[in-house]
């Protein structure tokens, strides 16, 4: 496997075989492949157990593959984990900060331990302070912090050193919406640099918005992979309705849901529901408005949380 110079990460057949004392191996990845380009951000999704978080740890050097072959900065996982580790910083799902050390504390300790010299993490850290709003905590200790902005802080450190592959695994676990909005905005900042990221995560709205292309992982195969627009073109079947009214009684949700749509979400007067592109749209609004009188209304096609959950529905009558 030669991989292009605008290659980042290279993934062949990757296989993972999990062996356990009397009891039967389990075959965590069964074949996964996909090409990650450098300065784009990937997005590897999937339900738990599916096989992301087994795929990271061979991609990291934390793990062996029990076959198959991958190459991270030009590099193979195998043959040179060293080389390989050089190249990339890492966001686990687990909190990895200093917990007694301030905040600044904490990104000047991980800044000197991967070689960066005095006045160079003092520069970076004050950049990254203000990318991820951490500015008005910089003197409070991480143990006092939040849960939301630990996580901000673990994902500030890692942008702290400047590797050009980083690995983000549901970096935003635990934020508030404003903490979130923050850190999503650092993130496509930093990959306008030309940063590879590889972001794993559960929340699809966050992949639709972030990611250039993305992978769909299941029972450790690849169930799509593409452009986000490629494979939201794999839901054709569907569309989104966004309906919003003067208000949203129970009656009114219950007899929605009586029309068996495929999905169906509320956010306060608005409700958001998907339906098959055989259902007849123009009746079925009329029959709506009837109901209760419709004030706005947008159609648009399947969104990403439509078609992995078809997939992953797909994935699953098959293997029944």
């Known amino acids: 496997m030669h991989p292009h110079n605008d290659t980042a990460i290279a993934v062949r057949n990757l296989v993972k075989i999990f062996e356990k004392r009397n009891s039967t191996p389990v075959r965590a990845l069964d074949g996964v492949s996909f090409t990650v380009r450098r300065g784009e951000i990937f997005g590897l999704l999937g339900p738990n157990g599916a096989g992301k978080t087994?795929?990271?740890?061979?991609?990291?050097?934390?793990?062996?593959?029990?076959?198959?072959?991958?190459?991270?900065?030009?590099?193979?996982?195998?043959?040179?984990?060293?080389?390989?580790?050089k190249q990339l910083c890492v966001v686990l799902q687990d909190n990895a900060v200093e917990l007694y050390l301030s905040v600044i504390d904490n990104l000047k300790t991980f800044g000197r331990f991967h070689g960066m010299g005095r006045q160079e993490v003092q520069t970076r850290?004050?950049?990254?302070?203000?990318?991820?709003?951490?500015?008005?905590?910089?003197?409070?200790?991480?143990?006092?912090?939040?849960?939301?902005i630990k996580r901000?802080?673990?994902?500030?450190?890692?942008?702290?050193?400047?590797?050009?592959?980083?690995?983000?695994?549901?970096?935003?676990?635990?934020?508030?919406?404003?903490?979130?909005?923050?850190?999503?905005?650092?993130?496509?900042?930093?990959?306008s640099k030309g940063r590879t990221i590889v972001l794993t995560t559960h929340i699809l709205e966050e992949a639709e918005e972030l990611c250039d292309q993305l992978a769909i992982i299941n029972?450790?195969?690849?169930?799509?992979?593409?452009?986000?627009?490629?494979?939201?073109a794999l839901g054709l079947g569907f569309?989104?309705?966004?309906?919003?009214?003067?208000?949203?009684?129970a009656t009114l949700l219950k007899w929605l849901k009586s029309l068996d749509p495929l999905r169906i979400e509320t956010k306060g007067s608005l409700v958001e529901m998907t339906i098959s592109k055989e259902t007849n749209?123009?009746?079925?609004?009329?029959?709506?408005?009837?109901?209760?009188?419709i004030t706005s209304l947008q159609v648009t096609g399947a969104s990403l949380e439509d078609v992995f959950v078809e997939l992953l529905d797909k994935q699953k009558g098959s293997l029944a």
């Open 54 to 85: 087994t795929t990271i740890r061979i991609l990291t050097t934390l793990l062996k593959p029990t076959g198959g072959r991958a190459i991270v900065g030009g590099h193979d996982v195998q043959l040179s984990p060293l080389e390989v580790r």
């Open 125 to 148: 850290m004050d950049q990254v302070l203000g990318l991820f709003g951490l500015d008005d905590v910089r003197h409070a200790k991480a143990i006092d912090l939040s849960g939301g």
């Open 152 to 191: 901000r802080l673990q994902v500030a450190k890692v942008f702290l050193v400047d590797k050009p592959i980083v690995f983000l695994d549901e970096a935003t676990t635990g934020m508030d919406a404003l903490n979130k909005r923050a850190t999503l905005r650092a993130i496509r900042d930093e990959a």
């Open 219 to 232: 029972h450790g195969t690849i169930a799509a992979s593409g452009s986000v627009e490629t494979v939201k």
């Open 239 to 249: 569309l989104t309705l966004k309906l919003e009214f003067a208000k949203v009684p």
């Open 281 to 293: 749209l123009i009746s079925l609004l009329s029959r709506i408005n009837k109901e209760r009188t």
